[in-house]
C-alpha cells in the first residue's frame, strides 16, 4: 500500500508558540487532507488541499500542497491550549476511479499553558 | 442532526466467532469507508464504498467483508476474528469520495479479540 511518513510524531510545545509539522509520501497523490483528532473522538477535517502549490488557511492553521505531490506542511501559529490533539496528514493518490485514503501516522501536540 | 452512528461502541470476543459491526449514516452519502487505528500506526483503510452494491478495498481488507445493500448502512462483517484485528474501528462518510466535501467520521468502536 501507499506510504506516508509524517513528522514530528510527537511535540511539546509553549502557548503562543508556532508549530509545524509535515508529510511525504512515496508516491504522488492528487489531494491532501489534514485532520484534528480529540480523545474518544473520530477524526475532523480542518483542511483540505487539491493542487501541486497550492496553500490554503483556516484560521490560525496553514497547510501547503507541495510541488513534487508528493508531500504537504501544516502550521499552527500562536497556539493555544484547545490545539492539543492528534494530527494526521491524509492522501488520495492518482487512480482512475479510485478513492482510496492514505493516512499518515499522527503527529501527537501537547501544549503547555 | 446529521450523524454516523456505530455500533457497538465496545466489543470483547473470542477468537473465530464472526461477529459484525454495524454503520449507519442519515446524510444520505454515497462515500463510506471503514479504518481501523492502532497505537503509532495511525488510521488505515479498510475498504470504501462509493455507492450501493459498490465496495472496493482500503490498505488492509484482509480478514474483513463489507457489504452495501443500502445507502445509509455499511456494516463491517469479521467472519472469524484474531487477535491482531483487536483495534479501534472508526465508519467515516461524504457525499462523494472525491474529498470536496467532509468526511463525517463514527464515535468508534472498541474490539478486543481474545
Known amino acids: 500500500g501507499q506510504q506516508l511518513n509524517q513528522s514530528p510524531q510527537s511535540m511539546f510545545i509553549q502557548e503562543g508558540e508556532d508549530v509545524s509539522m509535515n508529510c511525504t509520501s512515496s508516491?504522488?497523490?492528487?489531494?491532501w487532507l489534514w485532520y484534528k483528532q480529540d480523545p474518544g473522538e473520530g477524526p475532523v477535517l480542518l483542511i483540505a488541499l487539491y493542487k501541486a502549490g497550492e496553500l490554503t488557511s483556516n484560521g490560525r492553521l496553514t497547510a501547503q500542497f507541495g510541488i513534487t505531490r508528493k508531500d504537504s506542511f501544516l502550521n499552527i501559529s500562536a497556539s493555544i491550549p484547545s490545539d492539543v490533539g492528534i494530527y494526521f496528514c491524509a492522501g488520495q493518490h492518482s487512480g482512475a476511479g479510485s478513492y482510496q485514503l492514505t493516512f499518515g501516522k499522527g503527529t501527537k501536540l501537547s501544549v503547555i499553558p | 442532526e446529521a450523524q454516523v452512528t456505530q455500533n457497538p461502541r465496545y466489543l470483547i470476543t473470542v477468537t473465530g466467532k464472526k461477529l459484525t459491526v454495524t454503520c449507519s449514516q442519515n446524510m444520505n452519502h454515497e462515500y463510506m469507508s471503514w479504518y481501523r487505528q492502532d497505537p503509532g500506526l495511525g488510521l488505515r483503510q479498510i475498504y470504501y464504498s462509493m455507492n450501493v452494491e459498490v465496495t472496493d478495498k482500503g490498505d488492509v481488507p484482509e480478514g474483513y467483508k463489507v457489504s452495501r445493500k443500502e445507502k445509509r448502512n455499511f456494516p463491517l462483517i469479521l467472519e472469524s476474528p484474531s487477535p491482531n484485528q483487536t483495534s479501534l474501528y472508526f465508519c467515516?462518510?461524504?457525499?462523494?469520495?472525491?474529498?470536496?466535501?467532509?468526511?463525517?467520521f463514527g464515535p468508534g468502536t472498541r474490539l478486543t479479540v481474545l
Open positions: 467515516a462518510s461524504s457525499s462523494s469520495g472525491g474529498f470536496t466535501d467532509t468526511q463525517y
Open positions: 508516491s504522488i497523490f492528487n489531494t
